[in-house]
């Protein structure tokens, strides 16, 4: 019986407390993104790690868990959503446990790596669990919980991992989730019923998945090593190449595979398109905010962890409160305005900074853009999803989710690039020089979302 039935006889009597343990489960997927920059200096010290490595540590969770995360939606479809949420725990479990464990940068890469493939299965195949175990109003509420985890988790993570890397060390950011991931797998294996698997006699597209993951791997790749290389380098340019080459082969093996991992139809659709750009740039920026902050507090200015984390706690509340106001006012004065609003504030906090860079000018300039970047997150969500099929919302959904992670992944890149001087040496002018970036990207993409974005209907 599948959980549709199950919901049209009657509520699953467990439903809230099931949605409780899965949205601690999903809360610990997003803290693995922030938790981990505040911990990066000091595992640049214990590990001798690199400039590219530290970027790689938080790139290579995002691209893991940004190009597997549709596979992994499918493969709940096809065996169930019960047992890929907890298979995907306990791979994210114990690849959290080799990850603490780490002697080098190799093995903590590895066990990044490995984390995003965990969360790749476990996140879309909660959120399924969670769309069929609520129905009608309670479903509305459970769907609002579950995303108030994204601006609750980066204000968490900061916080988290300023106090567990000041306190037992920088390994405890990933020992913490081992007991709590245990916990979880066995609550939600007595909890949730059996299912029958949602797809009968589909296959999954595991050639679209590489296809698109290794992609964005060269093209992260080539953003890490152009702060060495040089941006007009050919060796960056090959890079850059092989990736269009990629996308390009992707794009084609969807539009003939007998069960394709996206339907790139929808992002041909200008609502779509338009969400997952500001999505994308959104994210890009947040982890942009956390990586120059955490090098510039830590590396430049010598301050604790702790510290840091405290620092960045009004970049938090900054990002929750602007996407708090944009949901409530996006109804009545459309996408199109809040996007535009939502990056030229952005583009504004940005330049503090860059202008004038002083830990007081950091702190206020960061959290005016994260402001920004909170309303983007909503208006791309809203723009995304707002004009889909109710057959299309799943598929739009995991695209949106998509871009986000990849915009994880090539924020840090960029910026470790741009502002290399100032993580390898002690020059302050890479500092600048990533906020200049970040506040001209802004602009730009200002513009573009002011033509891209529909106007309210």
Same mark, same amino acid.
């Not at 500001?278 to 430049?300: K, N, P, R, S």
């Given at each position: 019986?599948?959980?549709?039935?199950?919901?049209?006889?009657?509520?699953?009597?467990?439903?809230?407390?099931?949605?409780?343990?899965?949205?601690?489960?999903?809360?610990?997927?997003?803290?693995? !993104?922030?938790?981990?920059?505040?911990?990066?200096?000091?595992?640049?010290?214990?590990?001798?790690?690199?400039?590219?490595?530290?970027?790689?540590?938080?790139?290579?969770?995002?691209?893991?868990?940004?190009?597997?995360?549709?596979?992994?939606?499918?493969?709940?479809?096809?065996?169930?959503?019960?047992?890929?949420?907890?298979?995907?725990?306990?791979?994210?479990?114990?690849?959290? %446990?080799?990850?603490?464990?780490?002697?080098?940068?190799?093995?903590?890469?590895?066990?990044?790596?490995?984390?995003?493939?965990?969360?790749?299965?476990?996140?879309?195949?909660?959120?399924?669990? !969670?769309?069929?175990?609520?129905?009608?109003?309670?479903?509305?509420?459970?769907?609002?919980?579950?995303?108030?985890?994204?601006?609750?988790?980066?204000?968490? #993570?900061?916080?988290?991992?300023?106090?567990?890397?000041?306190?037992?060390?920088?390994?405890?950011?990933?020992?913490?989730?081992?007991?709590?991931?245990?916990?979880?797998?066995?609550?939600?294996?007595?909890?949730?019923?059996?299912?029958?698997?949602?797809?009968?006699?589909?296959?999954?597209?595991?050639?679209?998945?590489?296809?698109?993951?290794?992609?964005?791997?060269?093209?992260?790749?080539?953003?890490?090593?152009?702060?060495?290389? #040089?941006?007009?380098?050919?060796?960056?340019?090959?890079?850059?190449?092989?990736?269009?080459?990629?996308?390009?082969?992707?794009?084609?093996?969807?539009?003939?595979?007998?069960?394709?991992?996206?339907?790139?139809?929808?992002?041909?659709?200008?609502?779509?398109?338009?969400?997952?750009?500001?999505?994308?740039?959104?994210?890009?920026?947040?982890?942009?905010?956390?990586?120059?902050?955490?090098?510039?507090?830590?590396?430049?200015?010598?301050?604790?962890?702790?510290?840091?984390?405290?620092?960045?706690?009004?970049?938090? %509340?900054?990002?929750?409160?602007?996407?708090? %106001?944009?949901?409530?006012?996006?109804?009545?004065? #459309?996408?199109?305005?809040?996007?535009?609003? #939502?990056?030229?504030?952005?583009?504004?906090?940005?330049?503090?900074?860059?202008?004038?860079?002083?830990?007081?000018?950091?702190?206020?300039?960061?959290?005016?853009?994260?402001?920004?970047?909170?309303?983007?997150?909503?208006?791309?969500?809203?723009?995304?999803?707002?004009?889909?099929?109710?057959?299309?919302?799943?598929?739009?959904?995991?695209?949106?989710?998509?871009?986000?992670?990849?915009?994880?992944?090539?924020?840090?890149?960029?910026?470790?690039? !741009?502002?290399?001087?100032?993580?390898?040496?002690?020059?302050?002018?890479?500092?600048?020089?990533?906020?200049?970036?970040?506040?001209?990207?802004?602009?730009?993409?200002?513009?573009?979302?002011?033509?891209?974005?529909?106007?309210?209907?």
């Amino acid at each position: 019986m599948t959980y549709e039935a199950v919901a049209e006889q009657a509520p699953h009597p467990l439903r809230w407390r099931i949605l409780g343990f899965l949205g601690v489960a999903q809360l610990m997927l997003i803290l693995d !993104v922030t938790v981990v920059a505040i911990a990066l200096p000091h595992i640049e010290t214990d590990l001798g790690a690199s400039r590219e490595a530290l970027t790689w540590t938080v790139s290579a969770y995002a691209l893991a868990f940004g190009g597997l995360m549709l596979l992994g939606g499918r493969l709940a479809d096809l065996v169930g959503a019960k047992r890929v949420v907890l298979a995907g725990l306990l791979v994210f479990t114990v690849a959290s %446990l080799v990850t603490g464990l780490a002697g080098s940068s190799g093995t903590l890469i590895g066990g990044r790596v490995a984390q995003g493939v965990g969360a790749a299965l476990l996140s879309p195949s909660a959120l399924s669990l !969670v769309v069929t175990l609520f129905d009608g109003d309670e479903r509305n509420k459970a769907l609002g919980i579950w995303s108030a985890l994204g601006g609750g988790g980066a204000a968490l #993570g900061v916080l988290l991992g300023g106090v567990l890397t000041a306190g037992p060390g920088w390994p405890w950011v990933f020992f913490v989730n081992v007991p709590i991931g245990l916990v979880i797998a066995a609550a939600l294996a007595w909890m949730l019923p059996r299912q029958s698997p949602a797809v009968a006699g589909g296959r999954l597209d595991v050639l679209g998945a590489l296809l698109v993951t290794a992609s964005s791997g060269s093209l992260i790749y080539a953003f890490i090593t152009a702060g060495d290389r #040089g941006w007009l380098s050919g060796g960056t340019g090959l890079l850059v190449l092989l990736a269009a080459v990629g996308y390009v082969a992707f794009v084609a093996w969807q539009r003939r595979a007998r069960s394709p991992l996206m339907d790139v139809r929808l992002l041909a659709r200008r609502p779509v398109a338009t969400g997952t750009f500001l999505i994308l740039l959104a994210t890009a920026l947040m982890i942009a905010v956390f990586f120059l902050g955490t090098f510039y507090f830590q590396h430049a200015r010598g301050y604790g962890a702790l510290r840091t984390g405290l620092l960045f706690l009004p970049v938090a %509340l900054a990002t929750m409160a602007g996407a708090n %106001l944009t949901g409530r006012v996006i109804g009545r004065l #459309g996408a199109r305005p809040l996007a535009v609003a #939502g990056l030229v504030v952005a583009a504004a906090g940005m330049a503090v900074p860059a202008f004038t860079i002083h830990p007081a000018t950091v702190v206020v300039g960061v959290s005016v853009a994260a402001a920004g970047t909170g309303a983007l997150f909503v208006v791309a969500s809203a723009t995304a999803l707002g004009q889909v099929a109710p057959h299309e919302a799943g598929i739009a959904s995991g695209i949106v989710s998509t871009f986000h992670e990849f915009g994880a992944a090539s924020g840090a890149a960029v910026v470790s690039s !741009v502002a290399a001087a100032s993580l390898v040496g002690d020059t302050l002018s890479g500092f600048t020089n990533g906020f200049v970036f970040a506040a001209v990207a802004a602009t730009v993409a200002a513009a573009v979302a002011a033509a891209l974005t529909p106007p309210k209907p």
